[in-house]
């Protein structure tokens, strides 16, 4: 199946809106080597106060080589207490993730990882099924 | 049936960040798979998900096809009240389903 | 890929007789994956396995067919009556004379007893009980019984186990006994213990059974597997537990 998608870079802009992104302030947390691509640990915490007037509002998450660009994104605010989220999601090779964080002051903040997805061996067959 | 398990600690002290944990018994198809036919599947997930405390909304996830069948989240809230935390998540048949949990605040 | 998996599979076909593991060196699967599966498992609040046994404490209490009694009717507390039971599974049924999985007893209990029909080897439901079941016996170690009457049973599912196979002519043991800790593709070969059945299977993005496994086993050698609930899967499991004796419980289990 062909299917045309955004590329990671257009994915980013359309979430940004175009503005600038920075490198820091993000811990993004997954595993360089997943065995298994269907569900793989994430976990995105970032530097902030959490208060009312300095907090992160949307943590989001971009691939590179899935059929959709999009993964997830989270809403959060100063009744977060810590901006820390986890989840898991689907690789469908190995690419690169991006985790983003906007500020409540506009800004953009972003870390990258590259994964490697081994492939399992043993596929079960779904005819069979 | 669907099944989903939250996990919210009983006790909290007024002011202490809590972690929050939410796990949903859902294919989450992604409209991108065949089936035994050779024909698509019809993409069916979660596409929104949100938690309240109390009446006001603390949390919500908008999410793809690239979150994992049966999803976990993970997220955290600061302990201000005793009282019901509330899950709602739909998804793309429409169908919009929900758990709780109790906190008691000191 | 393919070509290559296909080499590595005969490249295990070649290896000469196998060789049964030492006791002291029987390992679960657990141990040969990624800690980021293992925490999957370990973390009850992560485990999606939770979530079969979650539904299977429900399904245990719920009335059922035209007996219009739960589980819980006759054996009460699943934490005191089934605690060790899937651990000693699977048993001799004095009805059919042979022995009987814990699913297959599970569907003899509610056609019999409850006067309910038996539920689909891969139904939620099924699985969810199971799950329920054997998370009773999380923990423990496997405790085959002694009962003389199994031992032919045994000795056929042990004759299955070292059988080759299929148009890859590979047995259980050519790869799980001769090869574990080996990789075949991307994956270690484990020692194939069903330590942790019903489990979550990431492949399968869902819970399973071992007959689903083992199907997929049958099908990974090209052979032609047989249906679900077949007595062979029964006596193959039956061989099973007897190599796992003394390896831990881990229902719910997950596995890449």
């Known amino acids: ?129 | 049936m669907t099944r989903a398990l939250v996990n919210v600690p009983k006790t909290a002290k007024r002011g202490e960040i809590i972690e929050i944990r939410a796990m949903i018994q859902h294919v989450m198809e992604t409209g991108y798979r065949e089936g035994p036919n050779g024909v698509t599947l019809p993409r069916n997930i979660i596409k929104r998900f949100v938690c309240k405390y109390g009446a006001q909304e603390i949390f919500s996830a908008e999410l793809f096809p690239a979150i994992a069948a049966n999803p976990y989240m993970a997220f955290s809230t600061v302990a201000t009240e005793t009282g019901t935390l509330t899950f709602e998540w739909t998804d793309d048949k429409g169908e919009t389903q929900s758990a709780s949990a109790e906190i008691t605040v000191t | 890929m393919i070509r290559l998996v296909l080499l590595s599979l005969l490249a295990c076909a070649s290896i000469g007789v196998a060789a049964e593991i030492p006791p002291q060196d029987r390992r679960s699967g657990f141990e040969f994956m990624s800690p980021q599966t293992q925490a999957m498992q370990s973390e009850e609040t992560s485990n999606p396995g939770m979530l079969w046994v979650a539904d299977g404490e429900r399904l245990f209490g719920e009335p059922q067919g035209s007996a219009d009694k739960s589980c819980a009717s006759c054996h009460a507390e699943a934490p005191k009556s089934m605690r060790g039971v899937a651990a000693r599974y699977p048993t001799f049924d004095e009805e059919t004379k042979r022995p009987i999985d814990l699913m297959g007893r599970i569907n003899q209990c509610r056609v019999k007893r409850q006067g309910a029909a038996s539920l689909a080897y891969q139904s939620d439901e099924l699985l969810a009980l199971a799950a329920y079941v054997a998370y009773q016996s999380h923990g423990m170690p496997i405790a085959p019984p002694a009962d003389s009457r199994l031992q032919p049973f045994r000795e056929n599912g042990r004759a299955w186990y070292e059988q080759r196979l299929g148009q890859l002519q590979l047995s259980c043991a050519a790869c799980h006994d001769d090869r574990w800790g080996a990789r075949l593709g991307g994956s270690v070969i484990p020692q194939g213990h069903p330590t942790g059945y019903p489990l979550y299977r990431l492949e399968w993005q869902n819970m399973g059974s071992l007959q689903r496994r083992l199907r997929g086993c049958l099908v990974g050698v090209r052979a032609q597997p047989f249906d679900f609930g077949a007595p062979e899967y029964v006596d193959i499991e039956l061989f099973l537990m007897e190599r796992a004796k003394g390896l831990k419980m881990e229902t719910p289990a997950v596995r890449p």
């Open chain 1, 1 to 129: 199946m062909k299917i045309s998608r955004p590329s990671l870079e257009e994915a980013i802009d359309s979430f940004t809106g175009g503005a600038s992104v920075r490198e820091g302030r993000v811990k993004f947390e997954i595993s360089p080597l997943v065995e298994n691509g269907n569900a793989v640990p994430v976990s995105v915490e970032v530097e902030s106060p959490m208060t009312a007037a300095d907090h992160v509002k949307r943590i989001a998450l971009f691939n590179e080589r899935n059929p959709q660009a999009d993964v997830v994104v989270f809403h959060l605010g100063p009744r977060s207490g810590r901006a820390r989220v986890s989840t898991r999601i689907r690789l469908a090779a190995s690419q690169t993730v991006v985790a983003l964080a906007e500020t409540s002051d506009g800004a953009f903040w972003s870390a990258r990882a590259k994964v490697i997805v081994t492939l399992a061996a043993c596929i079960e067959d779904i005819s069979q099924q």
